[in-house]
Structure formats: structure tokens, C-alpha cells
């Protein structure tokens, strides 16, 4: 029997004071506290993750802690677990809370501009404690219950903000377990996984005998559709995770095509339009589906949907939208047209930690039409029914947490003027950083803001000067000097640990062909204001003039 009076503590001591693992002790670790004592001590811990993490983490900017990664590395060499307890549960809070926390990186910080994981609303670690206190597994109904019913509620509130179907669509599909509308899934690679094998199966679905991809593998579609290669049109500023899902799903990841961009950096729809030409008129080869980008990682450019859409439609393709980062960008008013056209979108990959502000571990898929999952469905006779709403039908996952929950909350206590007073703020802060930028003598601004994201780089005045009257030898020797300072001061600038802004490689101009390597900023941190974006602009300036400037 457990021992109420010693519930509040978790660890058992032997004798000699040591650690043990203890069966008393570990049951206590399972029951609910009874007495005001042991709930005064874990709501102490509580607080120390809540509040006491955020203060040391705001102690800090950007990388925090001037430790070499070789020097950091030294301490965590033992991989022996610990045969007896090694820590008490306060020791162990302590330590992540004191100790480890400050060797983590800010990305809460308004100062850090580099990536798309940025500062969450705080109420979102109450949100995800929620679910992790409730621990349901969507798989399945019998593990999940109304946290289901939760979730097929939430897919189709978004994909209400994407396809904007009827009343009588969504009254017919909102809980209808016969038909699927999206899935959740862990993020946005697993997204575009999904929905490029959706694609892959509607491409090589059952036919004459032949029982479709997905039961006959890739071998026995080719020889059944009389192909020998398929392929998936993007442009060259697809993620890399189109690359992973065609690898895995045994297309080939040579077989993601990249299209050309222009100097828009959008997709070339020319050369889309040749390609397609092309590879119709070659009879083995199929193109399971074209790509188009609703805020591309490096430059956050917005592909023109509503004419792929049309290309596709003409051509008869699957057409998917990755819009992981640009989707949220749906619930502005006054932002909402820069996605025109993702409607006409076969399915949509949506994240959910990045732009509706989630913590880490969610993504969506939404699909137009409410049967395509049926082709990626495994249902089977003990567990999975048809028409049963066990979610572990259709996805990746088998045991999945309750995400739902998180998002359909935060919808409710922000509204999407709330989410869209964020947006706003990030596209209209970019604008002004975009300004500021062409204003200084120092910096080029490479791609303009379309979204939330832009790319710029150190250039000088006289630096440009020279460009300009350089022939494409010269052109090429001061493009990569200029190159090699930006990627000085990038990590000059980040090492320093006050700000970080990330940097990549970009060509620009398509006639000169020329490669760039630019810093790049993405503007999600409603705390980065104008001010910040100056300053960080100042300490770029005052490395280049420390270290460059003759
Ligand atoms: C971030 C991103 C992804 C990948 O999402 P993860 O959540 O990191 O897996 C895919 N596509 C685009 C356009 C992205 O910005």
C-alpha cells in the first residue's frame, strides 16, 4: 500500500543516504497527491519550469553562453544509464532549469531573426501540459474519445479558412467518420510526406486487375501503368523535405524536379509549362504532382497558385501547396489575397508550430476533396474499421497525442483577428526592415518581402559601384569577397550571442547566374519591433567596419 503521509516524496533513500529505485517510491510517482504538502511541492516545480526557465532564458540573448560545441560535447560523454536513482526529481528540475537551460538557445529572444521557431504565447506550455496530463492517443477512439471528435472538429475549421466550402460541406463532413478532411500529423516534412503519398497512390491506383501501389509496391505500378519513372515538379526553392518523402516513398529523390525561379524567386511558370510538355510527351513518365510554395523557407516567396492551379487542371496533375509557413497568413484580412489561389489546391501542408505559433510538433494536411485519404487508409478487421473514427487510419503515426486540443484552444482564445493582428505585424515590421535596409550604404537588400521574410546582404556602397561596372570575371571576384564577409559577420555576429540572423546561398539574378550568399531574416517575434532590426543592422555595420574596411 502506498503511504499517503509520504506521498509528496518521490525519491526513496536507503540507509546510507543513498538513491534507490524503490517499489513504494515509484508508486507514488503514479497517484495523484492527497495532501496539501505533496501538492505545495509539485506546483513549486511547476513554477520553476514556468517562470524560473523563462527568466534564465531571458537572461540571455541569442546563442547563449560563450562555450566552445567541442567543450560542451566533453560533458555529455557517459552513456551508461545509471543502474540506482541519480538525481532527486528537485535535483533533476534544478539542473535542466540552472544548468542545461542556459546552454539552450533563446529563440524567444525578439533578437533572434534567423529561423522560423520563434517565442510561443506563454499559454501554450499550459496548453501541451493539458495534454500531456491527459495523455489520450488519437490512434485510437478507444484511447481518445472526444479528444477525436476534438480534432475532426479543428480540420475542419482550417480547412474551412482554406477552401471556404459550403455550410452543408462541412455539416456533412465535420464528423463524418466515412470521410477525412486532413490529418495532424509532427510536422511539416511529415506533411508534404503525406501528401505526395496520397498523390503517389491516386497516380497508381488499382486498376485491371492490378491492386493498386500501395498493396503491389512501385515495380508493379510502373509495370501496370506502363512507366518507368515518375516524377514531382517544384521550383528551386522547394524544402528539402520533398526530397525526403520522394526517397522514401520510392520514387527517387532525383526525381524531384526543380524548376527555375525568376528574379521574383517565384516558380518560372514557362519552364514549368516545358517541362510538363516534355515529360507528357515522354509516354514513361509520369507526373504524379506539381508543387507550389506558399512562403518558401529562405526568401518567404509566395508562388503564383492561381496559375499552376491552372496549368494542373489543363494537364490533369495532382497539385499540392506547401504552405507551412505561409498558410496562418489565410486568417488576415488584409494579407489573405498574397495566397490566392491555394483553393484550388489538391491538398495543403499547414505547420502548426510555426506561424499559429504552437510549440514544436505539429503539423497539417488538409485535402479538397474528403476521400482522397481513403488511398493511404489501412483498415483491418479487429481494430481499424472502416467508418470507425480511429485517426491511426490514415497517417504516418500510429500513437499520436492529442495536438488538436492545443490549436483549437489557441483559436479560441485568440480569434483569428488575433493570430491575424501577428501576421500583420510580421509582414508590415519585414516592410519596414526592408527600408531601413535600402536606406543604409552598407546593405543590399537581395529579395524584398513578400510575407515575412527577406534576405539582404552587406554590401557597401563602393562594393556596389564596382558591380556595376565590372565585367562577369570581375563580377565573380567581388562577389565572392563580398561573399566571404557576409558569412564572417553572420557568424561573428552570432557567436557574440547578442542577435542572430541566419544566412544562405540565393541566386539573385538569373542572367548572371551568379551565387550569393545572403543573410536571412524572418520576422514572427511580435517583440521584434523596428528598434531591434536597427540595432542588429548597427552591430553588422560596426563588425564590418572592425574587421573589413580598409
Ligand atoms: C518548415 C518548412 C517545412 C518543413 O517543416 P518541418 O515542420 O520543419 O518538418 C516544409 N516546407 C516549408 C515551406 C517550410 O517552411
Not at 551565387?515 to 524572418?522: A, D, G, H, K, Y
Request: include cysteine; proline fraction near 4%.
Amino acid at each position: 500500500m502506498v503511504a499517503t503521509d509520504r506521498i509528496d516524496k518521490i525519491d526513496n533513500i536507503d540507509k546510507n543516504n543513498k538513491l534507490i529505485a524503490d517499489w513504494e517510491a515509484l508508486l507514488r510517482t503514479f497517484v495523484r497527491p492527497e495532501n496539501e504538502k505533496a501538492k505545495a511541492t509539485l506546483i513549486k516545480y511547476m513554477e520553476q519550469i514556468l517562470f524560473e526557465l523563462q527568466d534564465f532564458l531571458k537572461a540571455h540573448v541569442g546563442i547563449t553562453e560563450e562555450i566552445s560545441l567541442p567543450e560542451l560535447c566533453s560533458h555529455f560523454t557517459n552513456t551508461k544509464i545509471p543502474k540506482n536513482p541519480e538525481k532527486k526529481l528537485t535535483t533533476a528540475i534544478n539542473d535542466i532549469v540552472k544548468k542545461l537551460a542556459p546552454y539552450a538557445v533563446n529563440i524567444a529572444s525578439p533578437y533572434f531573426i534567423g529561423h522560423m521557431t520563434s517565442a510561443i504565447p506563454f499559454f501554450m506550455v499550459h496548453l501541451k501540459t493539458i495534454v500531456t496530463a491527459l495523455n489520450q492517443n488519437v490512434n485510437k477512439l478507444e484511447t481518445s474519445k472526444v479528444t477525436s471528435i476534438v480534432e475532426k472538429q479543428v480540420l475542419a475549421k482550417i480547412h474551412r479558412l482554406i477552401y471556404n466550402n459550403t455550410d452543408s460541406f462541412y455539416n456533412i463532413h465535420v464528423q463524418n467518420p466515412y470521410t477525412t478532411l486532413g490529418a495532424f500529423v509532427e510536422g511539416g516534412t511529415s506533411a508534404n510526406f503525406t501528401a505526395l503519398w496520397v498523390a503517389r497512390n491516386l497516380c497508381f491506383a488499382p486498376k485491371n486487375g492490378f491492386k493498386g501501389v500501395e498493396t503491389e509496391g512501385l515495380a508493379a505500378a510502373y509495370a501496370a501503368y506502363d512507366v518507368k519513372r515518375s516524377v514531382i515538379l517544384v521550383s528551386r526553392r522547394g524544402h528539402f523535405s520533398l526530397k525526403k518523402a520522394a526517397g522514401f516513398l520510392g520514387i527517387g529523390n532525383q526525381n524531384i524536379i526543380a524548376i527555375d525561379v525568376d528574379n521574383k524567386q517565384q516558380i518560372d511558370l514557362t519552364k514549368l509549362q516545358q517541362k510538363i510538355k516534355k515529360y507528357t510527351k515522354d509516354n514513361h513518365t509520369k507526373i504524379l504532382a506539381v508543387v507550389g510554395i506558399a512562403g518558401t523557407t529562405e526568401t518567404g516567396t509566395v508562388d503564383p497558385l492561381k496559375n499552376i492551379a491552372k496549368i494542373c487542371k489543363e494537364n490533369n496533375i495532382y497539385f499540392h501547396v506547401d504552405a507551412a509557413w505561409g498558410g496562418p497568413t489565410l486568417m488576415s484580412e488584409k494579407y489573405k489575397y498574397l495566397l490566392d489561389g491555394i483553393e484550388l489546391a489538391d491538398s495543403v501542408t499547414i505547420d502548426g508550430h510555426k506561424q499559429f505559433y504552437m510549440p514544436i510538433g505539429c503539423g497539417m494536411v488538409y485535402f479538397k476533396d474528403p476521400n482522397y485519404m481513403e488511398a493511404v487508409a489501412y483498415h483491418s478487421n479487429y481494430v481499424n474499421r472502416p467508418g470507425s473514427v480511429d485517426l491511426g487510419i490514415k497517417s504516418i503515426a500510429g500513437s499520436r497525442e492529442a495536438n488538436s486540443l492545443v490549436l483549437d484552444t489557441a483559436l479560441k482564445i485568440m480569434g483569428s483577428k488575433g493570430y491575424a493582428l501577428l501576421i500583420d505585424h510580421g509582414i508590415e515590421t519585414a516592410a519596414l526592415f526592408a527600408d531601413e535596409i535600402k536606406k543604409r550604404p552598407c546593405f543590399e537588400l537581395i529579395t524584398p518581402p513578400k510575407l515575412n521574410i527577406l534576405t539582404y546582404r552587406i554590401c557597401p556602397d563602393h562594393y556596389k559601384n564596382q558591380l556595376l561596372q565590372a565585367d562577369s570575371t570581375e563580377k565573380w571576384r567581388i562577389t565572392k569577397k563580398l561573399n566571404a564577409i557576409n558569412l564572417t559577420i553572420q557568424r561573428i555576429q552570432r557567436e557574440a550571442g547578442f542577435s542572430f540572423v541566419s544566412r544562405t546561398t540565393l541566386i539573385p539574378d538569373i542572367e548572371s547566374q551568379i551565387e550569393l550568399i545572403v543573410l536571412r531574416s524572418v520576422i514572427m517575434n511580435p517583440m521584434t519591433d523596428l528598434q531591434i532590426l536597427k540595432e542588429i543592422l548597427d552591430e553588422q555595420e560596426k563588425i564590418y567596419h572592425d574587421r573589413f574596411s580598409e
